[in-house]
């Protein structure tokens, strides 16, 4: 099949390819995308779309970007890839240089992976192998936040939010961990004695069995795109350093500018023990995470039995996606990034406020480059899905959750074209 049709590929697609989170013989639709630049999906059909995802926090300066693209080419002139055991390279060395000048200062060592979830599963192994090192080997388990969203491999589930990540599917190989209600209060609000009750109450009890807590700071994404009080991380913050547990801070879909800051956490500010960055790390262009961590961490690892750290992906910091990622973070802080999610937080507030008035909708939120209508029943994705991409946008709901995180180069007349289309949409929802 040298050049097959594109229905004959659709069915292919159908008959064989798992999508993320489908059933295979649902035949739910997939629009099939020949190219794609700027803000702009180009489908195979000749149709255009204005895209409302940046592919899932990923693309955040757009599709075939020139400066991503020559850095991929340049690098592809250099290596592709190398094995990372005894073996080390530019891309890597200014990649891990760059996380470690823009995190919090305390982290200094850096864990290059190839995944957001590899990236949580050695957060969680580096907690459990420093207590480990400390002579607390009974510290191996964690707290976390209810509602939350960690990944997908086996660790990243098990503190992913237990009702959503279908934890009794799964319960003989996930750990039971401590689970807490996510904070009440919102982002710009103080926080009350009731929302860190119930932490602190946690931490008190079972601080001898918890290696760490882990948290996406501020927003939490694909367990209810909802945003909480900084506070909240402060206070967390603070029970950690009391009773003697770590915070890990899963940055993976809140780094790089999405919440108006260049990483959540600054919100606070706090500083976390531990760090896991992904997604936009290389603009969208390929799979790359890191985990960073403090010295102290890394030395008492170091010092404790076997005395390495126990993880080495095959494909970790692979010279490609380091060499895009380290052109994708020159480009955003060459850029006014903060002026410019200021900004297209104030027209997401604007452009979205007509939804409050539609019968179906429960609330309208938005914070930085990330504008959540959350409906009041699940929306059928099967007849909504089509209907933007008739009206030319690409947004994809999840359960009650219709939500926009734009790339940040979007205009303001291309981002005042999606929301429109996107009230038009749900507007026609409600007859
Ligand atoms: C997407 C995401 C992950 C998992 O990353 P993958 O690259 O999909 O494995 C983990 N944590 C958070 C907060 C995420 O948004």
Redesign the pocket.
């Known amino acids: 099949m040298i050049n097959p049709s594109l229905e004959t590929q659709i069915t292919i697609d159908y008959e064989h390819i798992w999508h993320p989170y489908s059933s295979m013989h649902s035949k739910s639709p997939v629009f099939h995308v020949d190219s794609a630049a700027g803000v702009y999906l180009h489908l195979s059909n000749g149709k255009k779309l204005l895209d409302g995802m940046s592919s ?2 990923c693309a955040i300066h757009g599709y075939n970007h020139p400066r991503l693209n020559q850095a991929l080419e340049q690098q592809l002139q250099q290596v592709a890839h190398v094995m990372f055991g005894g073996l080390t390279h530019k891309p890597a060395i200014r990649l891990v240089e760059k996380l470690v000048r823009l995190t919090p200062q305390a982290l200094q060592s850096v864990f290059i992976s190839d ?4 990236a ?1 599963e050695v957060a969680l192994k580096l907690a459990i192998q420093y207590w480990n090192a400390k002579g607390e080997p009974g510290k191996q388990r964690f707290a976390t936040l209810r509602n939350g ?4 491999t086996m660790g ?1 589930m098990s503190v992913c939010d237990p009702v959503t990540g279908m934890h009794s599917l799964f319960n003989d190989v996930l750990t039971q961990q401590f689970y807490v209600e996510r904070p009440k209060s919102r982002y710009g609000e103080a926080c009350d004695e009731g929302d860190t009750h119930a932490l602190e109450n946690l931490l008190q009890q079972n601080h001898q069995q918890i290696a760490a807590l882990i948290l ?1 700071p501020i927003v939490q ?2 367990g209810g795109m909802y945003f909480y009080s900084s506070d909240y991380l402060l206070r967390a913050r603070e029970l950690c350093n009391h009773y003697r547990v770590l915070l890990i801070a ?1 940055e ?2 809140t780094g790089f500018g999405r919440t108006g800051k260049l990483f959540a956490c600054e919100h606070a500010p706090i500083s976390p023990d531990i760090m ?1 960055v ?2 936009a790390l290389t603009g969208g262009y390929m ?1 790359l ?1 890191a985990t960073l961590t403090t010295t102290e961490i890394s030395s008492t690892i170091d010092n404790g039995n076997p005395g390495v750290f126990m993880h080495g992906p095959t494909y970790m910091a692979n010279p490609l996606a380091c060499a895009v990622a380290n052109a994708s973070i020159e480009l955003l802080l060459e850029s006014e990034w903060q002026a410019r999610i200021q900004q297209i937080e104030r027209k997401l507030t604007e452009l979205l406020s007509p939804c409050e008035a539609l019968s179906q909708v429960a609330e309208v939120r938005c914070l930085g480059a990330i504008g959540v209508i959350e409906m009041k029943t699940p929306v059928d994705m099967a007849s909504i899905v089509p209907q933007f991409v008739d009206a030319g946008i690409w947004v994809r709901p999840f359960g009650k959750l219709v939500y926009l995180m734009p790339p940040y180069v979007i205009s303001d007349a291309e981002l005042e074209q999606l929301c429109e289309k996107l009230v038009e949409v749900l507007g026609r929802q409600a007859d």
């Open positions: 899932w926090w995944s957001g979830s590899v949580v969203y960690h990944g997908d990243a996406e994404g694909a899963d993976i879909a896991c992904g997604k799979s995470a």
